[in-house]
C-alpha cells in the first residue's frame, strides 16, 4: 500500500484526506454484487428511504450476513489503510455501512460528525469510504470541514431520512445543536474531491462532514465505508448512541474486543 507521508499529515492536519485507486477491481466487484444483494435482501439493520426523484438504501453491520462484506472489513486493504493512519498497535472493527444514493435521490447529506453517535471515547477511530461510482458534487462526492476534528464539540445526533423528526435519538445535556454549516458555506474552509472507482475517503470520527444529493438522472453513487478503532479507544455508551452499534456484554471503559467488533489486527 502506497501512502505518503504527506498524506498521513493531511488526515491529523484536516481530519480527511483521499486516497488514489487503492481498491483493486476485484475486490470492487465483490463489493457492488454484495451491495446488489443486500438492495435486493436488506439486511436488519436496514435504514433506506425514498424521497422525490430517487431512492436512497442504507444499511450497516452488513459484514454478519455476507460473506464478501466480512472478507473485506477483515482482510482487505482497509485493514492496512486504517492501521497505517492511525499508526495502531491494535485495530478493532467497529461496523461497516452502505450509503447508496441512486439517481434521482436529491437529498442532501446533513453536516454531521459521526463519533456522537458511536460508543466510543478516544482519538484513534477512523473511516475508510470506499468509492465505486465516477463521484462528483452532481452525485452526491463528500465534503469535509478542514480542521474540524480538532474543535473538541460533539453536536447531538439527528436522523438522517426526510420526516423523521429527532425522536431517534436521546437528547445529550453534554452535546450541541449541528452548526448550519450549508447556510454559512464561506465561513467554513470545505475540502472536497471527485473520486473514481476504487479510490477512498479517509477521515475522522470527530470531522464534520456532508454529501449533496445525487442530482443526476443516470448516475448511481454507491459508497461502502467501514469504521475502525486504534490503540487509544474503549467502549462509551453515551447517552443518545445509536442503538444498533452498541454492543451486548461490553461495559463503560472495556475494549471493544468482541464477536460484533473484531479484533483485526495487533501488532
Given at each position: ?5 504527506e ?21 470492487r ?12 435482501e436488506?439486511?436488519p439493520?436496514?435504514h433506506?428511504?425514498?424521497v ?6 442504507g ?11 466480512a ?11 486504517a ?11 467497529l ?7 441512486e439517481?434521482?435521490?436529491d ?6 460528525n459521526?463519533?456522537p ?9 477512523i473511516?475508510?469510504w ?6 462528483t ?10 480542521g474540524?476534528?480538532?474543535?473538541d464539540?460533539?453536536?447531538?445526533p ?20 449541528m ?7 464561506d465561513?467554513?474552509d470545505i ?7 476504487g479510490d ?14 445525487n ?5 448511481r ?21 445509536s ?9 463503560a ?15
Amino acid at each position: 500500500m502506497d501512502i505518503s507521508d504527506e498524506q498521513i499529515k493531511q488526515y491529523w492536519a484536516d481530519g480527511a484526506t483521499v486516497l488514489r485507486d487503492v481498491i483493486s477491481p476485484e475486490w470492487r466487484e465483490r463489493l457492488a454484487a454484495a451491495i446488489e444483494r443486500d438492495i435486493a435482501e436488506p439486511g436488519p439493520f436496514d435504514h433506506s428511504y425514498d424521497v422525490a426523484g430517487g431512492r436512497f438504501h442504507g444499511n450497516l453491520r452488513v459484514w454478519q450476513d455476507d460473506a464478501d462484506f466480512a472478507a473485506f472489513c477483515l482482510d482487505s486493504p482497509a485493514v492496512e489503510i486504517a492501521q497505517t493512519f492511525l499508526r495502531a498497535t491494535r485495530l478493532n472493527l467497529l461496523y461497516d455501512q452502505l450509503f447508496v444514493k441512486e439517481a434521482g435521490a436529491d437529498h442532501r447529506t446533513r453536516w454531521h460528525n459521526d463519533q456522537p453517535y458511536w460508543p466510543v471515547s478516544g482519538r484513534d477511530v477512523i473511516s475508510v469510504w470506499v468509492g465505486l461510482d465516477h463521484t462528483t458534487a452532481e452525485n452526491g462526492r463528500l465534503e469535509f470541514v478542514r480542521g474540524s476534528h480538532e474543535w473538541d464539540r460533539w453536536f447531538q445526533p439527528e436522523p438522517f431520512g426526510p420526516n423523521s423528526g429527532n425522536s431517534a435519538y436521546d437528547q445529550n445535556p453534554d452535546y450541541e445543536k449541528m452548526l448550519d454549516i450549508e447556510a454559512d458555506r464561506d465561513a467554513y474552509d470545505i475540502i472536497t474531491w471527485d473520486i473514481e472507482p476504487g479510490d477512498v475517503y479517509v477521515f475522522s470520527a470527530m470531522t464534520a462532514h456532508g454529501a449533496p444529493g445525487n442530482a443526476t438522472t443516470d448516475q448511481r453513487r454507491r459508497g461502502y465505508t467501514v469504521r475502525y478503532c486504534g490503540d487509544d479507544v474503549f467502549y462509551d455508551p453515551r447517552v443518545g448512541i445509536s442503538a444498533p452499534v452498541l454492543v451486548d456484554g461490553l461495559l463503560a471503559g472495556d475494549r471493544l474486543d468482541s464477536e460484533q467488533c473484531p479484533l483485526v489486527y495487533a501488532a
